[in-house]
């Protein structure tokens, strides 16, 4: 990982993640006080929208963790922390030669998976031998 460039802060992703679900929580608690039927099929697009959002992004914080995404795909100015910050909590975004090495990487992997596809398991003999 480099030690220089922008930095990710997991705790404030976090926040900006639950400040979302808030913000669903509280369209709904809203139209639940009582809206027009319009008013109600325009939140509920709304909404629709904001958790795939949020879905997407809780997807991406996984695939950072597991160390298969760049942290900078999730940096936002109220998830970035100071440069001069570390800690277990904060990744630093890949170098262009890091994200080329993890990429390959998952390219071998992909295509080790699958040869071993393809390869013949004993179950598959013993059928082809009958």
């Known amino acids: ?3 220089g460039g922008r930095r990710l802060s997991i ?3 976090l926040g900006v993640l639950a400040s979302s679900v808030g913000f669903v929580r509280a369209v709904v ?3 639940l006080d009582g809206s027009s039927h319009g008013e109600i099929i325009t939140e509920l697009v709304v909404m629709a929208g904001a958790l795939r959002d949020l879905q997407d992004r809780i997807a991406l914080l996984g ?3 597991r160390g298969t995404a760049n942290p900078a795909q999730l940096l936002s100015p109220s998830n970035e922390e100071e440069p001069s910050r570390s800690g277990p909590f904060i990744l630093s975004e890949w170098s262009a030669e890091e994200q080329v ?4 990487l998952a390219v071998q992997a992909g295509c080790y998976r699958r040869a071993l596809e393809r390869l013949p398991t004993k179950k598959t003999e013993k ?3 009958n």
């Open 1 to 3: 990982m480099s030690s």
């Open 11 to 13: 705790i404030r992703e």
């Open 127 to 129: 059928e082809g031998s």
């Open 63 to 65: 695939k950072v963790l």
């Open 29 to 31: 608690a809203q139209k």
């Open 101 to 104: 090495r993890r990429t390959l």
